[in-house]
């Protein structure tokens, strides 16, 4: 099988993603999308985690904080229900969103087969919108254009990949 296209973390890289997260990472294949400082924004994830062998489907994992701040506050303020209206309404939309659920599939696969997870993507797509953290990490690591409700959610939100929130992360 073939690698989706992510660079290789550095043991810098799974330092500072281990700082975002607040604990040790797990898993980490490849940076899928970075800050415009170079730091880690999004992580790709292992679809079996190592030593417990556990299914892992969220390969687009977000890490970055200010990132993933912004989208608990789109969830808070019930965004969720917007979208996933928009959803039910526009043919248009849920048709990428489909076609943004078989592209994650088509990556995650290209890495391993998980029978346990063989139908499932994240985010709830392709029919719900379930947790636009894990919407938004797709939309920056396939980039704009792929999925629709990932692309919302990071217009909604109050964070941009093009302005770095950084912090110095003690490395």
């Known amino acids: 099988m073939t690698t989706p296209p992510f660079e290789p973390p550095t043991d810098r890289d799974i330092a500072v993603v281990s700082a975002q997260l607040g604990r040790p990472a797990r898993g980490v294949l490849g940076i899928a999308a970075r800050c415009v400082c170079g730091n880690p924004t999004v992580v790709a994830t292992a679809p079996r985690l190592p030593g417990s062998g556990t299914p892992f489907p ?5 890490s970055h904080p ?3 701040a912004a989208m608990s506050r789109l969830e808070a303020a019930h965004v969720m229900v917007e979208l996933q209206e928009l959803l039910e309404t526009d043919a248009e939309i849920a048709g990428a969103y489909r076609h943004a659920h078989d592209s994650y599939l088509r990556d995650r696969e290209s890495i391993e087969v998980v029978d346990e997870i063989r139908r499932f993507s994240a985010g709830g797509m ?8 894990a919407l938004a990490a797709h939309a920056l690591a396939a980039g704009a254009g792929v999925n629709p409700i990932g ?12 302005v770095c929130e950084c912090t110095d992360y003690g490395l």
């Open 58 to 62: 969220t390969l687009y994992y977000l």
């Open 66 to 68: 200010a990132a993933t």
């Open 126 to 133: 392709p029919t719900r919108v379930k947790c636009l953290h």
């Open 151 to 162: 692309d919302l959610a990071l217009q909604r939100g109050n964070w941009s990949p093009a």
